[in-house]
Nanobody, 119 residues
Framework: QAQVAESGGGLVQPGGSLRLSCAASGIIFRVNAMGWYRQAPGKQRELVAHITRDNVTNYADSVMGRFTISRADGQNAVYLQMNSLKPEDTAVYYC?????????????WGQGTQVTVSS
């Protein structure tokens, strides 16, 4: 059985940086894609960044040029480097992993990590 764990959130001043980490563990045959999503209070969850197995990436317009998503060598982990943070970036950030396990295709989510950018 596979599971996902994430970390790296915290409180940071505007213009600061944070690095979020997410790792998938267990019996994993293949990781197809990983991504970061975020949700602020009263707002819908939105895609922040996404990366495929062959390292094709896409970003939300609001973070393009400031955030960078990357994967580890074994493609069981994903990172989100966040630079030039703004108060509008404040949200709970969730890691999503699309993978193949012993029981077939799975879509796993982390528990979320809070990112707060002070104004």
């Amino acid at each position: 059985q596979a599971q996902v764990a994430e970390s790296g959130g915290g409180l940071v001043q505007p213009g600061g940086s944070l690095r979020l980490s997410c790792a998938a563990s267990g019996i994993i045959f293949r990781v197809n894609a990983m991504g970061w999503y975020r949700q602020a209070p009263g707002k819908q969850r939105e895609l922040v960044a996404h990366i495929t197995r062959d390292n094709v990436t896409n970003y939300a317009d609001s973070v393009m040029g400031r955030f960078t998503i990357s994967r580890a060598d074994g493609q069981n982990a994903v990172y989100l480097q966040m630079n030039s943070l703004k108060p509008e970036d404040t949200a709970v950030y969730y890691c999503n992993t699309q993978l193949v396990t012993l029981s077939g295709r799975r879509d796993l989510w982390g528990q979320g990590t809070q990112v707060t950018v002070s104004s």
